[in-house]
């Protein structure tokens, strides 16, 4: 058989195994919604219907992560990537599937493999009265999944390495790889730790992985394996203890809200309901001078609330409210900082999947993270508007008003007819959580059923909807998922090396004060915010942090606030902030890369202060109750 039919057959594998999990994930809205209509309405509860409802969601990641390796999902960090050759790009995945996923995938097989077999011989059960038979079912699906990636990762070595043009690259980049490890090796038995920390090295390595394009989470599993090999102090028997880790991410509820969530938000973004809703919105307030800026941030926080998709928002309002505000006359710079500032608020207003990481990785409540979270992105939506209407005010040239000749009532009844909906399935959403009503989980599966409603109401439900919006749900799930595994994988090496002992050494020996831990953590953090996404610093930094805030004392509901807030910022930082890629992508030559630039310095002072304010009034944050 030659390499491209063998390619095509190992995709095939990938594509069947995606697009089950994509069925899985519509399957999974259902069941939530289903259960918990019937406990709430009838007190009909069923702890078999819950643990199939996780282990769904468990093959939902766990497929679909071969699946989201097959379509290049698995996030990079682009800053240098965008520029390289075809060539240089066919190397880099390469090499990324050679060294780092096919010997850590290996690793977990072996590890999970053990781990099943025990849970078999021992003819594990669920612990709850109810509950499922046959545990080894499921955690045998850390196996399959990491048998599936190596599967895959095969097939993208097979169609790199066909389409490059000359072999001359890899072979050098082969020998330096090995000469590399040959290094490495010998350094470890002269003690070469004595030279620079090895925690040190574990950041500096992977900086270097993830600007040089490698995809993340592969970096920090492919780093932590590698560290793990040459390190005395570590070795591969830490590893044991990573399937266990993978599994009680599998089992962590608070987690299903994720893939839930994101495909409430798909099914709107892919429904117009974001498209009419700009629209009248515009309408409503060109004819104030600045008016169309000000729809657009107040567009964007219902998308925030609705869709929490960063990415979607920024596009969809790229392509609609960019041009009408450039046809009337508005400053390139004034549109394209509102457009990038008002997308990325889905970070920050719930039901964000920044809040829900943090609430997962601090161990706090989603419920209690959202409701203090409504204060500060009210605060920053404000604190837009006011900078708008001021710049607006002064400079009459930068954001003129738009006469109509439609009547204003007409105007008024259109937007509160695109308004009303997605605020009706907002106020459902977050009220269930804010009141207790529903937990997290229930409010995304009911969400989705909104959203398939609106969009039904509409016209524009149909199957290739559903199909579009599960199969990204899918890929965006799994890369999340992934990130986390090699994360959990680089925290494992890290802390057993002393990382976590020295930070906490640190910060409460060294330091010694909340405030500077403080400004120190928020000033790294949004220093990362240049180079890597949310996610990574979720899952690598933030635990870190968490035994130096309860350390000191620090109130972790507020200091995670803080983090979220942050990394919003993060999104909007030139010259690598996601959001302004997302803006230049869609918005092509209209503006250019410096007004760009220069449009979202002034939101970004904003965000920094905003923080500041939360720092200072921490109470805040608690106008929406305490638990």
Do not use: C
Request: charged share 10%.
């Amino acid at each position: 058989m030659n390499k491209a039919k063998l390619s095509y057959r190992l995709d095939r594998v990938a594509k069947y195994a995606g697009l089950t999990a994509a069925f899985l994930v519509v399957i999974l809205a259902l069941l939530v919604t289903y259960d918990a209509m019937m406990r709430y309405l009838f007190s009909a509860g069923s702890i078999a219907l819950q643990e199939i409802e996780w282990h769904l969601y468990d093959v939902i990641f766990l497929l679909g992560i071969s699946y989201a390796l097959k379509h290049d999902k698995h996030v990079r960090v682009d800053i240098f990537y965008e520029r390289y050759s075809e060539q240089s790009k066919l190397l880099i995945q390469i090499f990324s599937m050679l060294l780092l996923v096919i010997p850590f995938s290996l690793l977990m097989m072996y590890n999970a493999w053990d781990m099943t077999l025990q849970s078999y011989l021992q003819h594990e059960i669920s612990s709850d009265p109810g509950g499922l038979t046959h545990r080894y079912l499921i955690k045998g699906m850390i196996v399959v999944a990491f048998g599936l990636l190596i599967l895959q990762a095969i097939s993208e070595v097979l169609k790199a390495y066909r389409s490059l043009v000359s072999y001359r690259g890899f072979w050098i980049m082969l020998s330096l790889s090995a000469l590399l490890l040959m290094f490495e090796m010998m350094g470890a038995w002269f003690d070469w730790a004595f030279w620079i920390d090895p925690v040190f090295l574990m950041f500096i390595l992977s900086l270097i992985l993830l600007l040089l394009g490698f995809q993340v989470a592969f970096v920090f599993a492919g780093v932590a394996l590698f560290f793990a090999m040459i390190s005395d102090e570590v070795g591969f028997t830490i590893f044991e203890m990573l399937p266990y880790r993978v599994y009680g991410i599998m089992g962590n509820i608070t987690l299903m809200a994720i893939p839930l969530f994101i495909l409430m938000g798909l099914v709107l973004e892919k429904s117009k309901m974001a498209e009419e809703l700009l629209i009248s919105m515009g309408r409503l307030f060109g004819p104030i001078r600045g008016g169309l800026a000000i729809s657009v941030v107040l567009v964007g926080a219902i998308l925030a609330a609705s869709t929490g998709i960063v990415g979607a928002s920024v596009v969809m309002m790229s392509l609609i409210a960019l041009p009408l505000m450039l046809k009337h006359g508005y400053d390139p710079a004034l549109a394209s900082g509102a457009i990038a500032s008002s997308g990325t608020l889905g970070q920050i207003i719930p039901p964000s999947i920044v809040l829900i990481v943090l609430g997962d990785q601090m161990h706090l409540s989603v419920g209690d993270l959202f409701k203090a979270a409504v204060v500060p992105g009210l605060l920053l939506i404000l604190l837009y508007i006011l900078y708008i209407f001021i710049v607006s005010f002064l400079r009459k040239d930068v954001a003129p008003a738009i006469q109509s000749d439609e009547s204003y009532g007409e105007t008024a009844k259109a937007a509160l007819k695109a308004i009303i909906p997605p605020l009706l399935l907002i106020v459902a959403v977050l009220g269930s959580i804010f009141t207790g009503i529903a937990s997290p989980t229930e409010s995304a599966a009911i969400g989705v059923l909104g959203a398939a409603l609106l969009a039904w109401s509409n016209g524009s439900f149909s199957f290739a909807l559903v199909r579009y919006a599960s199969v990204e749900t899918v890929k965006l799930t799994a890369m999340i998922f992934m990130i986390l595994i090699g994360a959990t994988a680089f925290s494992l090496v890290f802390n057993e090396l002393g990382g976590g002992d020295m930070a906490l050494a640190f910060f409460s020996g060294d330091v010694g004060s909340q405030w500077v831990f403080v400004l120190v953590s928020m000033l790294v953090i949004f220093l990362l915010g240049f180079f890597i996404d949310f996610i990574e610093i979720a899952f690598v930094v933030v635990p870190i942090l968490v035994p130096i805030v309860h350390s000191l004392g620090i109130d972790p509901l507020w200091f995670a606030i803080l983090i979220a807030m942050n990394l919003q910022a993060s999104f909007l930082t030139p010259p690598f902030g996601f959001a302004l890629f997302y803006l230049k992508g869609a918005a092509g030559d209209k503006v250019t890369t410096g007004a760009i630039y220069r449009g979202v310095v002034p939101f970004i002072f904003l965000q920094v202060l905003a923080v500041v304010i939360v720092v200072f009034w921490p109470d805040i944050i608690y106008l929406f109750g305490k638990s």
